[in-house]
């Protein structure tokens, strides 16, 4: 019941990086990756302690020190009298599925040409925001911006130089942000900021300064630079607290 390792098959070495001679005789806590807190493993140990069979999925580490994920069943070995003597641990390497999930994840909330959030996950967010500050009585303020005369741009330029100063007036937008600030693009030309905790005033400041930045934001061309300007609105949201 110590966790050492006395037997491991080709598949656990391929997935490990250890040669069978050197994991024999190893804790197994050699290929644990730091990612779980105590409570995981007392959680874990009580179980199968127990003569329990548990199943979960755990990040593990590579003798590279890369980490990998596996979904797992450690099942209790009993002698006559019930006493927990060996464990049997089946593991599956799901890293690529763990992979994709985070994929998917990631598109199902970002704007794929600006790589800020999209409308939908941009709104859900903003709801959350929304109730913590009428809750506690919190400022809260929302920025919202789009670019002058767009489509001029398009039609003058072709719409990759768009999707560049699109990406651009992002990139320079996101760098004026606080963590806690949510930006998105709301749909087109037109982005949105959520400032928690931010009153009129300060989003003021903030929109002055993104407008100045973006003013100053060039894209060469074979004529003449492109350049754009922003159209900003403001609003301050500021409850009292509920009973």
């Known amino acids: ?24 005789g190893q804790n197994a806590r050699i290929v644990k990756s730091g990612r779980h807190d105590s409570q995981f493993y007392k959680n874990m140990w009580d179980t199968i302690l127990a003569g ?9 580490r590579r003798k590279d020190g890369s980490s990998y994920y596996e979904e797992q069943t ?45 409308r939908r996950y941009l709104l859900e967010l903003a709801e959350h925001e929304f109730d913590i500050a009428k809750r506690y009585g919190q400022p809260l303020s929302v920025i919202m911006f789009d670019i002058d005369h767009f489509k ?25 942000l606080r963590d806690v600030d949510l930006f998105g693009r709301y749909g087109g030309e037109e982005f949105v900021i959520v400032l928690p905790v931010t009153g009129a005033q300060q989003a ?5 300064r993104i407008r100045s930045h973006v003013e100053s934001f060039r894209v060469e061309t074979d004529k003449d630079p492109a350049f754009v300007t922003l159209s900003i609105g ?5 409850r009292e607290p509920q009973d």
Request: aromatic residues 8%; hydrophobic residues 45%.
């Open 1 to 24: 019941t110590t966790g050492m390792l006395q037997w491991v098959n080709q598949a656990w070495v391929e997935l490990t990086g250890y040669l069978k001679d050197e994991a024999i």
């Open 204 to 208: 003021g400041l903030l929109a002055e």
């Open 152 to 176: 001029s741009i398009n039609d003058t330029f072709g719409h990759i130089l768009g999707d560049r100063m699109l990406q651009g007036v992002a990139q320079i937008t996101r760098s004026q």
């Open 74 to 118: 450690i099942t209790p070995v009993l002698d006559r009298l019930g006493n927990v003597t060996h464990f049997i641990a089946i593991k599956l390497d799901i890293t690529e599925r763990k992979k994709a999930e985070a994929t998917l994840e990631y598109l199902a909330r970002t704007d794929a040409l600006t790589a800020v959030y999209n």
């Open 234 to 238: 403001i609003a301050e949201m500021l």
């Open 52 to 60: 329990k069979v548990w199943h979960g999925e755990m990040t593990n």
